[in-house]
């Protein structure tokens, strides 16, 4: 059985970084995309940035685009984000999500997720 698991939340001020962590176990990850995704109070799920392991292909949320950074690490079977120039509006959940081969920014495309940690950016 997939499991992911998200670290790395916290609470840190505008402009300040993060990085998330999120390990993979129970399976094989050469052929999946891993994404982020995020979710504040009262609103909707929503893409972040995802990528595909094989390759290493990165796609963005126009949002977070030069400010995010998602990577992978094999060895580890990790995926990580980091986030740069936090604002206040990037407060959220942020949540750890696979898929079989190709990235999507669709959250119902997704088959696994991990529990999510709380990123908090203060003004």
């Known amino acids: 059985q997939v499991q992911l698991v998200e670290s790395g939340g916290g609470l840190v001020q505008a402009g300040g970084s993060l990085r998330l962590s999120c390990a993979a176990s129970?399976?094989?990850?050469?052929?999946?995309?891993m994404g982020w995704f995020r979710q504040a109070p009262g609103k909707e799920r929503e893409f972040v940035a995802a990528?595909?392991?094989?390759?290493?292909?990165?796609y963005y949320a126009d949002s977070v685009k030069g400010r995010f950074t998602i990577s992978r690490d094999n060895a580890k079977n990790t995926v990580h984000l980091q986030m740069s120039s936090l604002k206040p509006e990037d407060t959220a959940v942020y949540y750890c999500?696979?898929?079989?081969?190709?990235?999507?920014?669709?959250?119902?495309?997704?088959?696994?997720w991990g529990q999510g940690t709380q990123v908090t950016v203060s003004s």
């Open positions: 129970g399976g094989t990850f050469s052929n999946v995309a």
């Open positions: 999500a696979a898929r079989p081969r190709i990235v999507s920014t669709n959250t119902l495309d997704y088959e696994y």
């Open positions: 990528i595909r392991w094989s390759s290493g292909f990165t």
